[in-house]
C-alpha cells in the first residue's frame, strides 16, 4: 500500500518579463481552498518580495504535489 511521504504547495506566477516563478511552501496547511491560496498569491504580488529584478506579477496556478513511496516486498 502506497505511504504519503510529502505534501508541497507550490504556487507558481508569471513574472514582470514573462516568465513562470514558483514558490513551494514545503507544509502547507491541510485543505486549503482556492480563495485562501488566491488572497496569500496576491499578498506576496503585492508585497513585492518574491523576484530577483524580475518580480512575480501575476497568479499562474497553483498546485499541491505529493509524494508516494511503495514499498516491494521481497
Same mark, same amino acid.
Request: aromatic residues 4%; glycine residues 12%.
Given at each position: 500500500?502506497? *505511504?504519503? !511521504? /510529502? %505534501? #508541497?504547495? #507550490?504556487?507558481?506566477?508569471q513574472?514582470? /518579463?514573462? %516568465? *513562470? @516563478?514558483?514558490? !513551494?511552501?514545503?507544509?502547507p /496547511?491541510?485543505?486549503?481552498?482556492?480563495? !485562501?491560496?488566491? @488572497? @496569500?498569491?496576491? $499578498?506576496?504580488?503585492?508585497?513585492?518580495a518574491?523576484?530577483?529584478?524580475?518580480?512575480? $506579477?501575476? %497568479?499562474?496556478? $497553483? /498546485?499541491?504535489?505529493i509524494? *508516494? #513511496? *511503495?514499498?516491494?516486498?521481497?
Open positions: 500500500m502506497a *505511504e504519503i !511521504t /510529502k %505534501k #508541497v504547495l #507550490v504556487l507558481a506566477f513574472t514582470t /518579463k514573462g %516568465k *513562470e @516563478a514558483r514558490l !513551494t511552501i514545503n507544509v /496547511k491541510a485543505d486549503l481552498d482556492g480563495a !485562501t491560496v488566491g @488572497a @496569500a498569491m496576491d $499578498a506576496v504580488i503585492g508585497s513585492g518574491y523576484g530577483d529584478g524580475d518580480l512575480a $506579477a501575476v %497568479k499562474a496556478g $497553483a /498546485k499541491y504535489v509524494q *508516494e #513511496v *511503495e514499498e516491494i516486498t521481497l
